[in-house]
């Protein structure tokens, strides 16, 4: 399978980063999807990703994807885990971040 090149010069949008999320994602990576409006826009572009495990966000509830995620990374730590994170859906649950930074979670 041919990977998208990713999109020198372009403007930031749901579509820009599907494709340069599509031509970066490793292997068997876990991807925490909580991106709410923009998700489908994102998730089109990785069906020529690496292959991958989705966590999407459940029933349009909120606040679950950074918990998630890191839950995720705590589990596998093996693996890379990538979230998808909404500004408004990440305020719910600040917490997870310095939760992230006292486990030493890599960016």
Known sequence: ???PALPEGAELTPDTIGLALASL???GS???DEMVSSGEAVLRHLSSAASYDLLPITGGAIGQG???ALGAAMACPDRKVIALEADGSGMYT???LWTMARE???W
Do not use: F, H, K
Request: aromatic content about 6%; glycine content about 0%; overall charge positive.
């Open 1 to 3: 399978m041919v990977r």
């Open 25 to 27: 994602l490793p292997e």
């Open 30 to 32: 876990i991807v925490s």
């Open 66 to 68: 950074l918990p998630l």
């Open 94 to 96: 600040l917490q997870s």
């Open 104 to 106: 030493r979670w890599t």
